[in-house]
T-cell receptor, first 114, second 113 residues
Framework: NAGVTQTPKFRVLKTGQSMTLLCAQDMNHEYMYWYRQDPGMGLRLIHYSVGEGTTAKGEVPDGYNVSRLKKQNFLLGLESAAPSQTSVYFC?????????????FGQGTRLTVV | AQSVTQPDIHITVSEGASLELRCNYSYGATPYLFWYVQSPGQGLQLLLKYFSGDTLVQGIKGFEAEFKRSQSSFNLRKPSVHWSDAAEYFCAVGYSGYSTLTFGKGTMLLVSP
């Protein structure tokens, strides 16, 4: 019962470095999401995907890119990290059908950009 | 645009006392409503959800919430708080035909002895 797994759990980057966060889900969910969580701001949606090969922008997409090459994986990329991207990142997945639209969350990735 | 308001940033409750966390959403259509809890250093866990039917829903850990359409509210309640309930609580709303949930900014619950 892995659910949603995020790697890595912690990372420190220098300004300008790049990295990729990996999210994997084993529930065969169609929808996947990347959020960032900052103090006092709640969860803000970065990008999401409604199925393999599709992606869409959320509320705060600038500075991030995503890919959904396989249904079970959703990757979040930072091409040139900035201190403003210091945050906790959460991946989530959900099914599409009515009663099952709750989102299941990973444990988060704490990213610090120095 | 969808929005969720959690008016209380922090709430302190004595152990054994009752709890009510407020949540208001702003959109006219029939919403799907959720409450999630986040313990320190953890991801979000679903407490309960409302899709349709009975407006009083029961969740895990003794929590319940009531959907009041006239007030656009979905307040979370617990009759007797335990120290282990100390956490951050998030209300979220979704709608049929929309792919995403909108989250409130959260309410931090502190439990005093």
């Amino acid at each position: 019962n892995a659910g949603v797994t995020q790697t890595p759990k912690f990372r420190v980057l220098k300004t300008g470095q790049s990295m990729t966060l990996l999210c994997a889900q084993d529930m065969n969910h169609e929808y996947m999401y990347w959020y960032r969580q900052d103090p006092g701001m709640g969860l803000r949606l970065i990008h999401y995907s409604v199925g393999e090969g599709t992606t869409a922008k959320g509320e705060v997409p600038d500075g991030y890119n995503v890919s959904r090459l396989k249904k079970q994986n959703f990757l979040l990329g930072l091409e040139s990290a900035a201190p403003s991207q210091t945050s906790v990142y959460f991946c989530a997945s959900s099914d599409t059908t009515g009663q099952n639209t709750e989102a299941f969350f990973g444990q988060g990735t704490r990213l610090t950009v120095v | 645009a969808q929005s969720v308001t959690q008016p209380d940033i922090h709430i302190t409750v004595s152990e054994g006392a009752s709890l009510e966390l407020r949540c208001n959403y702003s959109y006219g259509a029939t919403p799907y409503l959720f409450w999630y809890v986040q313990s320190p250093g953890q991801g979000l866990q679903l407490l309960l959800k409302y899709f349709s039917g009975d407006t009083l829903v029961q969740g895990i850990k003794g929590f319940e919430a009531e959907f009041k359409r006239s007030q656009s509210s979905f307040n979370l309640r617990k009759p007797s708080v335990h120290w282990s309930d100390a956490a951050e609580y998030f209300c979220a709303v979704g709608y049929s035909g929309y792919s995403t949930l909108t989250f409130g900014k959260g309410t931090m619950l502190l439990v005093s002895p």
